[in-house]
């Protein structure tokens, strides 16, 4: 079992960042692929970003791709998701969640473990 906790998320003006983090404990993350979604109101959660186990490499939603970086930090079992150039449209909660098997997923049905969420409001 693993148990997933986010923090970092808050009220930041249009134009700033976040960094929001990922904890993991239960058990190691770092042969897990990990990722980010989010949900805003009346909306369907949506994928933002997600990291593979075994290259590292990153993939990202055409909404925040170049503004987005996924990291990890397999010694801390904590991942990272760092937003610049925050919209309004941002504005959600942001879920990260762990996939036991396979590589990393933009479908939230192919995760198996999510953390509780974190807000991120973006003001215009």
């Known amino acids: 079992q693993v148990q997933l906790v986010e923090s970092g998320g808050g009220l930041v003006q249009a134009g700033g960042s976040l960094r929001l983090s990922c904890a993991a404990s239960?058990?190691?993350?770092?042969?897990?692929?990990m990722g980010w979604f989010r949900q805003a109101p009346g909306k369907e959660r949506e994928f933002v970003a997600a990291?593979?186990?075994?290259?590292?490499?990153?993939y990202y939603a055409d909404s925040v791709k170049g503004r987005a970086t996924m990291s990890r930090d397999n010694a801390k079992n904590t991942v990272y998701l760092r937003m610049n150039s925050l919209k309004p449209e941002d504005t959600a909660v942001y879920y990260c969640?762990?996939?036991?098997?396979?590589?990393?997923?933009?479908?939230?049905?192919?995760?198996?473990?999510w953390g509780q969420g974190t807000q991120v409001t973006v003001s215009s």
């Open positions: 969640a762990a996939r036991t098997f396979g590589s990393s997923s933009y479908l939230d049905a192919e995760y198996d473990y």
């Open positions: 239960g058990r190691t993350l770092s042969s897990y692929a």
């Open positions: 990291i593979n186990w075994s290259d590292y490499n990153t």
